[in-house]
């Protein structure tokens, strides 16, 4: 069984669920299809009742859907619980601002008259993770449906159980069957998918290579994708930073969903003059987590998503170490039940080293010093990646002036990289292409349709 649900707590399985068959999958993507035709009719109004009802029924059952998500990927329950009301905030940004946000707008051309309209592709399949549960699929479902588009999720096999949820508030909302299709298939049938002619669009999160395989066979079938892939976001602290608060936020950028998230800050780059006492705040911070049950309200380390995660993490470790990266603190499994792994600092991380390019997706943090600010963002864009990254310092014009030259989609000034509704999400490089969240997020699938207006005796 690929689509199977372990608690990471109690290394511990909970649920098994097969796979579509293939006449299974040929009747919910004609089903999908049927009710394209009949959903990109609707009113932004109809859609936007749907979409409120769903988020209100998020918000009614938080701790239903919290408990789900805890079970199945370890995330501590007060941060899964933030995650749910995220999610319904997103929903409900798009219920709200989507007929905005798609509206017809005039163009000024030099004879005649000419619009663009806004309208929806069709059916998009969208590849999701594990990590968040419930928010990946909003920040896709949200903006699509709202759009006229209707959705298929291929979800992570690892939280078969959030994913089933997910599509059930959609159909006690009330929308229609086919606008919303929770898919349990093989890697093979996505390809299947992708290939089928009554797919209009593409939209993965996950790895790189995910994405270079999803992408490729996109690209093949000439369809739209978009791809949010991984990230080694740097946390640059600057000379003149409060450090007790950038010590704070620290932990929270690195330690938020126990280190599995792809905006989690990687690569803490310091400057010299604050480096030490940075260090010392930090590893005494990250060493009065403590790991335990992740329902429990005063657990503060949760373990990693499944044994295969750790056996990663642990291989990364052990090679920067081999490779002369000298272990601060952590580096090992915490020996208990569940899959847990130490809060961990790696420094002395040389370019030679193949830690130097690599995410590390977990409570591994790579701690570095540097002479001053043009050394930090030479290092911060010394990556393969380009997700997101932060600045911390008191001067918020030298912060925005660095800002501006790093190579990311994000870039926080005194705060961790973040998400919002209304707040354009996405990276370059390796870390993918295409927006997610705010009014850039609901443009990616949709048809930018001029119609232009002439005279019938113009020579224009």
């Not at 649900?5 to 649920?15: A, D, F, G, H, M």
């Not at 219920?95 to 798609?102: G, N, Y």
């Not at 159980?161 to 299709?181: H, K, L, M, V």
Request: charged content about 25%.
């Amino acid at each position: 069984m690929s689509y199977q649900s372990v608690n990471p707590y109690s290394e511990k399985i909970l649920k098994t669920f097969d796979e579509l068959t293939q006449e299974e999958l040929e009747k919910v993507i004609s089903r999908a299809a049927l009710c394209f035709e009949s959903w990109r009719q609707s009113s932004f109004a109809h859609r936007s009742n749907i979409a409120l009802k769903a988020a209100e029924i998020l918000r009614a059952r938080i701790d239903e859907f919290a408990r789900l998500a805890t079970l199945e990927m370890g995330k501590l329950i007060g941060e899964a619980r933030g995650e749910v009301s995220l999610s319904a905030d997103i929903i409900e940004y798009y219920a709200r601002h989507a007929e905005e946000f798609l509206s017809s707008y005039d163009l000024k051309p030099e004879a005649g008259e000419a619009e663009v309209q806004s309208s929806p592709l069709g059916v998009l399949l969208g590849v999701q993770p594990w990590n968040f549960p419930y928010y990946q699929l909003a920040r896709f479902v949200g903006p699509n449906l709202m759009a006229g588009n209707v959705v298929m999720v291929k979800h992570s096999g690892s939280v078969p159980q959030c994913a089933i949820a997910f599509e059930q508030i959609w159909i006690d909302a009330g929308a229609p069957a086919g606008a919303y299709t929770n898919l349990q298939i093989t890697h093979d049938q996505v390809n299947q998918v992708i290939d089928d002619a009554r797919i209009k669009g593409v939209a993965l999160t996950g790895s790189v290579e995910a994405g270079k395989l999803v992408a490729t066979r996109a690209g093949l079938n000439l369809k739209k994708s978009t791809m949010e892939l991984g990230g080694s976001d740097a946390f640059i602290v600057l000379d003149d930073a409060d450090l007790d608060k950038t010590v704070q936020w620290a932990v929270w950028a690195k330690m938020n969903n126990n280190g599995q998230c792809c905006v989690a800050a990687k690569r803490f780059i310091v400057v010299e003059e604050v480096a030490e006492q940075f260090l010392e705040q930090f590893q005494k911070a990250l060493g009065a987590l403590r790991a335990g049950d992740p329902m429990d309200e005063t657990t503060s380390l949760g373990p990693l998503s499944s044994e295969a995660a750790l056996e990663q993490l642990l291989g990364q470790v052990n090679a920067a170490v081999e490779n002369g990266a000298r272990v601060v603190m952590g580096g090992k499994r915490i020996e208990r039940e569940g899959w847990f792994f130490e809060p961990t600092i790696l420094t002395g991380i040389e370019a030679a080293n193949p830690a130097f390019g690599e995410e590390f997706f977990g409570p591994v943090a790579l701690f570095f010093r540097v002479k001053d600010e043009e050394e930090a963002v030479a290092l911060a864009n010394d990556s393969e990646f380009g997700l997101g990254g932060s600045i911390f310092t008191k001067d918020i014009a030298r912060g925005k002036r660095l800002a501006s030259r790093i190579d990311t989609g994000m870039v926080f000034i005194n705060h961790p990289t973040w998400t919002a509704p209304d707040l354009p999400f996405g990276g370059i490089k390796n870390s993918g292409y295409g927006r997610e969240l705010s009014r850039m997020g609901i443009q990616e699938f949709v048809n930018k349709k001029l119609i232009r207006v002439s005279s019938i005796d113009s020579a224009e």
